[in-house]
């Protein structure tokens, strides 16, 4: 079966390192999102691609990139952490414009 | 003002009672709709797309776009302890296909 998967599940890391976190769907998705989640907020755009080579800044972008080299994966990296990005972290794809999204299991970073 | 707003809540519904849900949307050229359901500790699922005016209907969910006043809604016949959760609106920003969500709104369906 088709599916989005998102690894790390849980990450410890330390202020300043660099984190990537990965996102991989088998439904040869166009879109792919990235979303952060807290108490309070909602789920919170990081960034967008809307297909390989494409990427595009979201709500709360600053802190985080991501770039879309296959079709497959958009892996978000935190250049350098920072206790503020401790955080509850979705990706999502979907197929076409204006269909809805599905979502990975999440990754909890914590940045200690 | 965001995109989209919600009640946080929570709401709390007795069981077998009708859960109302409501949201609004800043967007008017927005045109999908989207809840979704998220249990504690879980991603969110979707459970409910709407894209034209008027109301939608899928088993015990009732969805309801208004979009001359740019508002959805979600109506949970017959609430079920099960149904607790947190339930996110989305739509896709026109155009741009950025599919944003409320903060949630919380239901307590309680015995």
């Known amino acids: 079966d088709a599916e989005i998967t998102q690894s790390p599940r849980h990450k410890i890391t330390e202020t300043g390192r660099q984190v990537t976190l990965a996102c991989h769907q088998t439904?040869?998705?166009?879109?792919m999102f990235w979303y952060r989640q807290d108490l309070g907020h909602g789920l919170r755009l990081i960034h967008y691609?809307?297909?390989?080579?494409?990427?595009n800044k979201g709500e709360v972008s600053d802190g985080y990139s991501v770039s879309r080299s296959n079709t497959e994966d958009l892996p978000l990296t935190l250049e350098s952490a920072a206790s503020s990005q401790t955080s509850v972290y979705f990706c999502?794809?979907?197929?076409?414009?204006?269909?809805?999204?599905?979502f990975g299991q999440g990754t909890r970073l914590t940045v200690v | 003002q965001k995109e989209v707003e919600q009640n946080s809540g929570p709401l709390s519904v007795p069981e077998g009672a009708i859960a109302s849900l409501n949201c609004t949307y800043s967007?008017?050229?927005?045109?999908?709709f989207f809840w979704y359901r998220q249990y504690s500790g879980k991603s969110p699922e979707l459970i409910m797309s709407?894209?034209?005016?008027g109301d939608k209907e899928d088993g015990r969910f009732t969805a309801q776009l208004n979009k001359a006043s740019q508002y959805v809604s979600l109506l949970i016949r017959d609430s079920q302890p099960s149904d607790s959760a947190t339930y996110l609106c989305?739509?896709?920003?026109?155009?741009?296909?950025?599919?944003?969500f409320g903060a949630g709104t919380r239901l307590a369906v309680h015995p």
């Open positions: 709407i894209y034209s005016n």
């Open positions: 999502a794809s979907s197929g076409q414009t204006n269909t809805e999204a599905f």
């Open positions: 691609s809307y297909g390989v080579h494409d990427t």
């Open positions: 439904w040869n998705h166009n879109n």
């Open positions: 989305a739509s896709v920003s026109g155009g741009y296909n950025k599919l944003i």
């Open positions: 967007d008017r050229v927005s045109q999908s």
